[in-house]
């Protein structure tokens, strides 16, 4: 693919995908404001939206799978928290627009805590970790809410029959 049909790709992925969000937040004003059909035109709109976006990822091969798509989000939240944030700060503060560099600021704390979470998903998915505790624990089905206490969730879900991947590591055995 060539370099000019690759920035193109990426400058139609970030208008779908900013289009995806301004319609959702656009439909929730449009609901609350008793507008149902502009809400649910807004929202149908949002869904294919995110379609377009993802036929655009696809074509851009940036979606791999679960491992790959993890070591993605990884770099992505880094380089937001480590680079992005920090100079957009700087920014903010030489222009003094105090209530965008607290933004800035504070939203680059979330994106490290996302960047460390998914660092540790895929490292307790590479050693084989992500359903197995060394504790016992509660795991929630995410299906039908039963709740097996062990140090893995069942092969399948006694009650509705999901895979043991539809649970959900929870607290402890008697903490709460």
Known sequence: ??????????????????ARNKYTFFAAVARKEGWLEIAEFFEEAAKNEKEHAEVILKLLKGIGDTRANLQAAIDGESFEYKDMYPAFLKDALEEGATEAAKFFETVATVEKRHAEKFAKLLAALENGKLLVRDDIIAWQCRECGFVHEGTEPPEK???????????RPGHRVGQK
């Open 1 to 18: 693919m060539g370099e000019k049909t690759v920035k193109n790709l990426l400058a139609a992925f970030a208008g779908e995908s900013q």
């Open 157 to 167: 879900c006694p009650l509705c029959g999901h895979d043991r991947t539809f649970y």
